[in-house]
């Protein structure tokens, strides 16, 4: 059986959270997470965040209590579906309110089922995966220095040090629609999902999730890695979802 859990924390320097987290198990084993790291100022980060988890909840919920069949291709359509939806919700809303023009959001979820973990997401907000081997990054960043790296103008050492490593290319709200990245990874035996806003993995290596994740479990693994956030100067707020198997 899943087991699943998520945190959220202010961070050191913020005075505000602007990022958004939900998560949950269903009576018939699905387990699922959306994670979101919301911008555009105190009032339309977190308001935009907001939006894109409640919206995409609903229509997961509504997709469980259906009854419909796991398939993947299903599952791929409602997770894209509702991140377009999302998307609609947050660029209207930033539409019909002058203060909230250009408020935005990145968007990672996954949904778990017959050992399969199914993940879409747009922005910089990331998924990991976590086996007895290792751990490893599962989504591609929609960023200006992931860009520069593909190209082979940086490498990875020199995009985290990047003056402009926060510029996103993709997020939820901006234009009238947004392209969602959708993937999928095995998930059997002793698997672990991470899915978290750049405040955490900003701070924390793919070698330390790995460590941490071999000492510490459920929420006290994602109470640690929050801290292992600020220790290392927690500038963002910071967002971690877990899904074990």
């Known amino acids: 059986m899943f087991k699943v859990c998520h945190k959220t924390d ?3 320097v913020r005075e505000t ?3 958004a987290c939900k998560s949950g198990l269903t009576s018939s084993g699905i387990a699922w997470a959306v994670v979101c790291d919301g911008m555009g ?3 339309g980060g977190n308001v935009a965040s907001s939006i894109a988890v409640e919206t995409m909840v609903r229509q997961y919920h509504s997709f469980f209590v259906s009854g419909q069949p796991h398939d993947d291709n299903i599952v791929r359509d409602l997770m894209v579906n509702a991140i377009s939806n999302a998307n609609h919700a947050v660029f209207e809303r930033s539409r019909a309110e002058e203060e909230l023009r250009g408020m935005g959001t990145t968007v990672v979820s996954a949904m778990v089922c017959d050992g399969v973990a199914h993940i879409a997401h747009a922005g910089d907000s990331r998924a990991y995966l976590i086996t007895p081997e290792g ?3 599962v989504t591609t960043d929609h960023s200006m220095v992931q860009e520069l790296v593909d190209s082979g103008d940086l490498t990875e050492q020199e995009a ?3 003056p402009q490593k926060n510029i996103i290319t993709r997020a939820l709200g901006i234009e009238p629609s947004v392209l ?3 993937n999928e990874v095995f998930f059997e035996g002793r698997s672990l999902l991470v899915l978290c806003t750049d405040g955490l993995s900003n701070y924390v290596e793919t070698e330390e999730l790995f460590a941490f994740s071999q000492q510490y479990a459920g929420q006290e693994l994602a109470q640690k890695l929050i801290e292992r ?3 290392g100067g927690g500038s963002d707020n910071i967002t971690v979802a877990i899904i074990e198997n």
Do not use: E
């Open 10 to 12: 202010i961070g050191l």
């Open 17 to 19: 959270n602007q990022d």
């Open 41 to 43: 100022g105190a009032n």
């Open 135 to 137: 751990a490893r990054q």
């Open 160 to 162: 985290k040090v990047h």
């Open 180 to 182: 969602v990245d959708y």
């Open 229 to 231: 956030a600020k220790d």
